[in-house]
């Protein structure tokens, strides 16, 4: 039983800063110690009772701890106030601070109970090839624990002291925490030898039915009586320690009461120990730890390889990755298991140093690094280890992170969550020491290093993808805006096409029934009405129209910027006081080619809402300038790369959330209450059918900003590329009839015609063409007209013109979308169309291929 108690006592105090025992405390006093599977807490109860006859003002109690790590918490934080400590771990403790010994404790030995303990070596009878402790080389020992004392430790101490190393010169050592089972695998010959505490060796021996015996001590083992066989040298059994108080009183008469506990008694057994005696000295204990390297001892030399692998678990680890790398590069040949323990910090050295992969190592109390790749350095933008060295990774950071709370929460929460959960991951935007801004995938990892807990860190730079990922999202967006509106414009469009027809029926009549009915009859204030309003539904078909593209368009070069200049008094006037207009024109005499209507309907409508978004005044910024659009920003904007006229329009109002944003373009979307929701969607139509875009940057109460987009047009440089296309020997100079009511597209397209080298009549209504060609000496080859016309329309003059000239080609422009021609009675495919807007060279590219190809026309 005595193996028994010194591991189940095996127990540690140490440097008590103990307030005095009170005497009149009404708390008891606790007594630690372990509790084995064999003890059942009540039965302390005799031991307690005992004590607490003998001391009747306080209240004792036995605490039994399941582990010895538990109860050496306990005795530190003072939780106890005595304690059953084992020798080594008193020993160890007592290196550091001198710990009371009240008693040593005695254990049954033979007839007698005894203070000291030994170990026992032994083996089979009929195992004649071992004799003595020296014979034990080369063989198979089993043991108790390689921690306890009797059934262990002293065993090794002195077979070291025979030269004897466990490590090497035994074929194997195996340890069972049961001693049965010790005495078993000895006795069924599994091991050649065993290792037991004598006491517990004399109560177990006859389970083996073959006869075992014990191997002579080899150490000199003094004068002491010790009533049993034994191998090893004597060692003091576990001491019973004060670990909280140093009352005098209070040590005398607990003193006193223990020692005269009848030995065997049922006091005594009740905690699993024969009595008390006197402390014995532990000197002894002590060598024994300095010469095995134990406890504090331990960097003296070398360790076991069992104490190694539990101080260096992470390194061993990674040795062993490394070795099963190694045997699949069918290096491990050459390298033997110690060596490659040896150079397994090498290993992991060079594997971090030379990794392409940035790692840091941060200190887990500072949560600065101290320690890092060069793949590290480089990636923060520094030139050596040292300057980084020290720095937090709150320095390297850029001011504005993706994160709800502070900088320095944040990273307190992610260290906190490495340090419980062992790994934590996130995004943190870092900053280069020039200034540059760079996005990391940071992965902390928790390990455990021979001095203490570490944090590893990767840094990914995920810049680039992040920015891809960006781009690709808003592509996305993108593309899903621009397929909505061109459903819900196509949707429009069908309705505002029906309506308008049934305006046309429902306005017409209205105002021949009004004209017919006189002023004073009550019918006549009703059908004035009805006029009224079907006049305010056409005018809002018209924008619906826009919106959907199918209004007619009239598109010339024109400058954004002069348009802004033409509309600024208006604009003044529309904004009122309270709102300061700032206009800045740049490159003004750069043209895009839009209906200069449309451009101020479009400039007006985002001016009125600008001002609806500053109730209370403020400031509204009006600018026009050249823009170049790069290729990768016209994928972006959905426009084609090139030079672009744009206008920015820009508030302090209110501003829109990413909700209302989404949708200022939709048709009757207004969160006015009494908008019409059709400002923005025309805008939109207008743009897209001058091949622009247009763009909204809004913040809620910082305001907004428009950005619209126009392909800049080069009116010279079209007609000389158009003309270098065209010559050609059999495309003489022709005459050409242009009409257009239109005066600006008429000079427009006359001057295309004119520079290219054509006769020019123009013509700015069907009457006045027929009369010019009425009066013409030379025929003209070509009609160029427009289709919807005041008067005469372009179709009905085609007809008249073809009495005289029957096989003249005509081309017609219209600002209408091809569909929509239908209506005024132009079939396609019949005549040659060009759509409004069109550029010069498109224009002189139609003629080319009618002329060369009449059959077309
Ligand atoms: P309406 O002006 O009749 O409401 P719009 O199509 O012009 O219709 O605008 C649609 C919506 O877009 C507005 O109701 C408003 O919510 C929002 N909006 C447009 N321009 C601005 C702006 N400059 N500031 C804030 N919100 C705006
Ligand atoms: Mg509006």
């Given at each position: 039983?005595?193996?028994?108690?010194?591991?189940?006592?095996?127990?540690?105090?140490?440097?008590?800063?103990?307030?005095?025992?009170?005497?009149?405390?009404?708390?008891?006093?606790?007594?630690?110690?372990?509790?084995?599977?064999?003890?059942?807490?009540?039965?302390?109860?005799?031991?307690?009772?005992?004590?607490?006859?003998?001391?009747?003002?306080?209240?004792?109690?036995?605490?039994?701890?399941?582990?010895?790590?538990?109860?050496?918490?306990?005795?530190?934080?003072?939780?106890?106030?005595?304690?059953?400590?084992?020798?080594?771990?008193?020993?160890?403790?007592?290196?550091?601070?001198?710990?009371?010994?009240?008693?040593?404790?005695?254990?049954?030995?033979?007839?007698?109970?005894?203070?000291?303990?030994?170990?026992?070596?032994?083996?089979?009878?009929?195992?004649?090839?071992?004799?003595?402790?020296?014979?034990?080389?080369?063989?198979?020992?089993?043991?108790?624990?390689?921690?306890?004392?009797?059934?262990?430790?002293?065993?090794?101490?002195?077979?070291?002291?025979?030269?004897?190393?466990?490590?090497?010169?035994?074929?194997?050592?195996?340890?069972?925490?049961?001693?049965?089972?010790?005495?078993?695998?000895?006795?069924?010959?599994?091991?050649?030898?065993?290792?037991?505490?004598?006491?517990?060796?004399?109560?177990?021996?006859?389970?083996?039915?073959?006869?075992?015996?014990?191997?002579?001590?080899?150490?000199?083992?003094?004068?002491?009586?010790?009533?049993?066989?034994?191998?090893?040298?004597?060692?003091?059994?576990?001491?019973?320690?004060?670990?909280?108080?140093?009352?005098?009183?209070?040590?005398?008469?607990?003193?006193?009461?223990?020692?005269?506990?009848?030995?065997?008694?049922?006091i005594a057994r009740s905690v699993n120990i024969g009595g008390f005696t006197a402390p014995l000295p532990y000197t002894e204990v002590g060598l024994l730890m300095r010469e095995l390297r134990l406890g504090p001892f331990a960097s003296v030399g070398e360790l076991t390889l069992r104490q190694y692998l539990d101080n260096n678990i992470y390194a061993v680890t990674l040795a062993l990755i490394l070795i099963i790398v190694l045997i699949s590069a069918g290096l491990l040949n050459s390298l033997s298991l110690s060596h490659k323990f040896r150079n397994s910090e090498n290993y992991r050295k060079s594997i971090f140093e030379g990794s392409h992969i940035p790692m840091v190592i941060v200190d887990q109390h500072q949560r600065t690094f101290i320690d890092m790749n060069i793949a590290a350095v480089k990636q923060y933008g520094y030139q050596n280890k040292d300057e980084l060295i020290g720095k937090s990774l709150t320095e390297l950071s850029a001011?504005?992170?993706?994160?709800?709370?502070?900088?320095?929460?944040?990273?307190?929460?992610?260290?906190?969550?490495?340090?419980?959960?062992?790994?934590?991951?996130?995004?943190?935007?870092?900053?280069?020491?020039?200034?540059?801004?760079?996005?990391?995938?940071?992965?902390?990892?928790?390990?455990?290093?021979?001095?203490?807990?570490?944090?590893?860190?990767?840094?990914?730079?995920?810049?680039?993808?992040?920015?891809?990922?960006?781009?690709?999202?808003?592509?996305?967006?993108?593309?899903?805006?621009?397929?909505?509106?061109?459903?819900?414009?196509?949707?429009?469009?069908?309705?505002?096409?029906?309506?308008?027809?049934?305006?046309?029926?429902?306005?017409?009549?209205?105002?021949?029934?009004?004209?017919?009915?006189?002023?004073?009859?009550?019918?006549?204030?009703?059908?004035?009405?009805?006029?009224?309003?079907?006049?305010?539904?056409?005018?809002?078909?018209?924008?619906?129209?826009?919106?959907?593209?199918?209004?007619?368009?009239?598109?010339?070069?024109?400058?954004?910027?002069?348009?802004?200049?033409?509309?600024?008094?208006?604009?003044?006037?529309?904004?009122?006081?309270?709102?300061?207009?700032?206009?800045?024109l740049q490159d003004a005499d750069k043209k895009v080619f839009a209906d200069p209507g449309q451009l101020q309907q479009v400039l007006l409508n985002l001016v009125v809402n600008a001002k609806d978004a500053m109730p209370d005044g403020g400031d509204l910024k009006i600018t026009c300038r050249e823009s170049i659009v790069s290729p990768r920003e016209a994928s972006s904007l959905e426009i084609e790369a090139g030079p672009y006229i744009e206008m920015i329009v820009s508030d302090n109002g209110i501003g829109m959330d990413a909700n209302i944003s989404k949708h200022i373009f939709d048709p009757f979307f207004t969160t006015k209450d009494t908008g019409t929701g059709l400002g923005l969607s025309t805008v939109y139509g207008i743009i897209q059918q001058s091949l622009g875009t247009i763009r909204v940057n809004s913040e809620i109460n910082k305001g907004t900003t428009f950005s619209v987009y126009l392909p800049e047009t080069d009116v010279e440089q079209e007609i000389q590329e158009a003309e270098e296309l065209l010559i050609n020997p059999e495309l003489k100079s022709l005459s050409i009839m242009v009409v257009d009511n239109e005066k600006e597209i008429n000079e427009y397209t006359s001057s295309i015609l004119q520079k290219a080298g054509h006769q020019v009549i123009a013509a700015e209504s069907g009457l006045e063409a027929l009369d010019l060609i009425a009066s013409l000496e030379v025929p003209i080859d070509l009609l160029v007209t427009d289709v919807v016309m005041n008067g005469m329309r372009g179709g009905e003059?085609?007809?008249?013109?073809?009495?005289?000239?029957?096989?003249?080609?005509?081309?017609?422009?219209?600002?209408?979308?091809?569909?929509?021609?239908?209506?005024?009675?132009?079939?396609?495919?019949?005549?040659?169309?060009?759509?409004?807007?069109?550029?010069?060279?498109?224009?002189?590219n139609r003629i080319h291929q009618i002329i060369k190809n009449p059959s077309l026309a």
């Open positions: 039983m005595m193996g028994i108690v010194s591991l189940v006592f095996l127990l540690a105090g140490l440097l008590f800063p103990s307030p005095p025992l009170n005497a009149q405390s009404d708390d008891p006093i606790t007594i630690g110690t372990i509790t084995g599977q064999i003890q059942a807490p009540n039965s302390f109860l005799p031991f307690t009772e005992y004590l607490e006859s003998r001391l009747p003002e306080h209240e004792f109690e036995v605490e039994g701890f399941s582990t010895i790590d538990a109860l050496i918490r306990a005795v530190k934080d003072e939780a106890v106030d005595l304690a059953f400590i084992t020798p080594v771990a008193l020993a160890e403790l007592n290196l550091e601070g001198e710990l009371r010994v009240l008693a040593t404790i005695t254990q049954p030995a033979g007839e007698t109970f005894s203070p000291w303990l030994a170990g026992t070596v032994f083996t089979r009878s009929s195992k004649t090839d071992i004799q003595t402790m020296a014979d034990i080389r080369g063989r198979k020992v089993i043991a108790l624990s390689e921690l306890a004392l009797g059934g262990w430790l002293s065993a090794v101490r002195d077979w070291q002291e025979l030269g004897i190393n466990i490590e090497s010169d035994l074929e194997s050592v195996d340890f069972q925490f049961s001693y049965e089972s010790v005495i078993d695998s000895v006795c069924s010959g599994a091991s050649d030898a065993g290792v037991i505490a004598a006491n517990t060796f004399q109560n177990l021996a006859s389970r083996c039915e073959e006869s075992l015996k014990i191997l002579p001590p080899a150490m000199e083992t003094g004068n002491i009586d010790y009533p049993l066989a034994h191998s090893t040298r004597l060692y003091p059994e576990v001491a019973f320690t004060l670990a909280g108080s140093n009352n005098e009183t209070f040590v005398r008469d607990i003193t006193r009461a223990i020692l005269d506990i009848e030995p065997g008694s049922d001011p504005d992170q993706d994160i709800n709370s502070s900088i320095a929460d944040a990273f307190e929460q992610y260290t906190n969550k490495v340090l419980t959960t062992g790994r934590a991951t996130f995004e943190w935007w870092h900053v280069r020491p020039g200034g540059e801004k760079w996005l990391a995938k940071i992965h902390l990892m928790a390990f455990e290093s021979v001095d203490g807990l570490r944090i590893q860190s990767t840094v990914e730079d995920i810049t680039k993808q992040k920015q891809r990922e960006e781009e690709r999202s808003q592509l996305e967006q993108q593309l899903e805006f621009s397929q909505r509106m061109e459903s819900i414009g196509r949707l429009a469009g069908g309705i505002a096409h029906d309506f308008n027809n049934l305006l046309t029926v429902i306005n017409g009549y209205s105002e021949i029934l009004l004209e017919d009915t006189p002023k004073n009859e009550p019918v006549a204030r009703i059908l004035e009405q009805i006029k009224k309003a079907g006049n305010r539904a056409a005018e809002l078909t018209q924008k619906l129209l826009t919106f959907s593209r199918r209004q007619a368009v009239h598109p010339v070069p024109v400058s954004l910027g002069m348009i802004v200049e033409d509309s600024a008094e208006m604009i003044k006037s529309v904004l009122g006081e309270s709102i300061a207009l700032e206009v800045e003059l085609a007809e008249l013109v073809s009495k005289q000239y029957p096989d003249i080609p005509v081309l017609y422009i219209s600002g209408y979308p091809e569909d929509a021609l239908a209506l005024h009675g132009i079939q396609r495919g019949t005549e040659s169309f060009l759509a409004k807007p069109f550029s010069p060279g498109q224009l002189l």
